[in-house]
């Protein structure tokens, strides 16, 4: 009787053992985490001051609205001046920007042309042809090929070289592109 009770016991403590080792692994968190629950909380803290800031001001700005009442309405308004237009996101931003660099730096490419220049028109024709070839930053047979049946689509000069009006068009396309 007394080994049962031994025997009980132990599976009884083996059992807490064995679930409280558990709970540590399971709840342990890393440095990281740890890190950015505290930096969260700290956001939601400032977040929750900011809006009982703004809902103090609003509060404020309505007591001085009404004492100033009629003097408000009575005071003549200019126009306010039209909002100026939103710059424009596009989706291929990054590649306009740098084809855009190119057309400002005068920049012409053709066969055995290299560097990242030739790399931003190989990527342009990535997204143009829908395809996946290796961007090498070399301006070989199949990049002028590639080059040449753009500018057919496009109604330009089929020379296969890339200069500005050739840019030009390849940031017109990507533009039109949702």
């Known amino acids: ?33 740890h890190v950015a629950d505290q930096k969260i909380k700290q956001l939601e803290k400032e977040n929750k001051d900011l809006k009982s800031e703004i809902e103090k001001y609003k509060n404020e700005l309505s007591v001085f609205q009404s004492k100033l009442g009629e003097s ?6 200019e126009p306010e ?9 596009y989706k291929y931003q990054d590649i306009i920007t740098e084809l855009q660099k190119l057309i400002n730096d005068n920049v012409s490419l053709k066969q055995k042309s290299s560097g990242s220049s030739v790399g931003i028109v190989q990527k342009f024709l990535n997204i143009y ?50």
């Open 129 to 178: 042809n829908n395809t996946s070839n290796k961007v090498d930053n070399d301006y070989g047979a199949s990049t002028e090929k590639a080059v040449m049946a753009f500018q057919r689509k496009e109604g330009l000069n089929a020379d296969g070289e890339a200069g500005p009006n050739t840019f030009k068009k390849m940031i017109d396309w990507l533009k039109k592109q949702k």
């Open 1 to 33: 009787m007394e080994k049962l009770k031994f025997l009980l016991f132990s599976i009884l403590t083996l059992s807490l053992m064995g679930f409280a080792g558990y709970w540590a692994v399971v709840t342990l968190q890393s440095g990281t985490e």
């Open 81 to 89: 001046p039209e909002p100026k237009p939103e710059a424009v996101i």
């Open 72 to 77: 408000i309405n009575s005071v003549k308004k």
